[in-house]
């Protein structure tokens, strides 16, 4: 599966419900009810389902999902300029306890120091 193409299908579902993912958290959970809430997805509940569906699939081979968080901090800090103005924001957001996790979520230094240019 495309990831890319995963998370277009996901956006389009979203806004066919009628919810704005410009503003607030981009995945969120769903109450038993099936109402989409204002809060962020806790770690748990991505780690489960990501165990269940390796496990359905017969794939589960010790992955976890903490490169959504990585991939989310680098998206905000790299990838959209102005998501975050400030580490406190990243760290709210990702879910980092310490400025110097941000630093390290974000590859800051190295991303810095790298004489590599991105694909467009």
């Known amino acids: 599966m495309c990831p890319v193409k995963g998370l277009e299908d996901y956006v389009k579902v979203m806004k066919s419900e009628g919810v704005d993912l410009s503003v607030g958290y981009l995945f969120r959970p769903m109450s ?3 109402i989409i809430l204002e809060e962020p997805l806790k770690y748990n509940a991505i780690h ?3 165990k269940y569906y ?3 699939l017969g794939l589960d081979e010790g992955e976890t999902p903490h490169s959504l968080r990585v991939g989310c901090a680098l998206t905000m800090v790299h990838v959209l300029p102005g998501a975050a103005t400030s580490s406190s924001e990243v760290m709210r957001h990702v879910g980092c306890f310490t400025d110097e996790s941000v ?3 974000t590859w800051v230094g190295l991303l810095k120091d ?3 240019e991105c694909i467009q």
Do not use: F, I, K, V
Request: glycine share 6%; net charge negative.
């Open 54 to 56: 390796l496990a359905t």
């Open 103 to 105: 630093q390290y979520y």
């Open 48 to 50: 489960d389902r990501l």
């Open 114 to 116: 790298s004489e590599l």
């Open 32 to 34: 038993n009810s099936g």
